[in-house]
């Protein structure tokens, strides 16, 4: 398993920016499957962005797509979610994950697919 640790959350406008990190530690950073999550107070965690730098691929929840974009940057051990246009709705906890040795899997929003979770970065998002 890995190790993650999230930053960047925030307070911010609608309309505003966010950049989220994830760092993990141990030395299978590229061979994992790589994943944002989301939940909000009293609703269930969904999957916001994945990608699979062995598929080349990556796959966005609906209500995320065009606004987030997720990456990967081997060198840092570090995965990023670029939030624009940011709406109310996405005040949430956003939690990374990753599947140590998915490299190979196909981008998956599944959070069942994911062996290690980080704590969690607050978004709060006011009109």
């Known amino acids: 398993q890995l190790q993650l640790v999230e930053s960047g959350g925030g307070s911010v406008q609608a309309g505003g920016s966010l950049r989220l990190s994830c760092v993990a530690s141990?030395?299978?950073?590229?061979?994992?499957?790589w994943g944002w999550f989301r939940q909000a107070p009293g609703m269930e965690r969904e999957g916001v962005a994945s990608v699979s730098q062995g598929r080349s691929r990556t796959l966005y929840a609906d209500s995320v797509k065009g606004r987030f974009t997720i990456s990967q940057d081997n060198a840092k051990k570090t995965v990023y979610l670029q939030m624009n246009s940011l709406e109310p709705e996405d005040t949430a906890m956003y939690f990374c994950?990753?599947?140590?040795?998915?490299?190979?899997?196909?981008?998956?929003?599944?959070?069942?697919?994911?062996?290690?979770w980080g704590q969690g970065t607050r978004v709060t998002v006011s009109t």
């Open positions: 141990g030395n299978i950073f590229s061979d994992s499957l």
């Open positions: 994950a990753a599947r140590a040795g998915g490299a190979r899997y196909y981008p998956d929003l599944n959070a069942a697919t994911y062996d290690s």
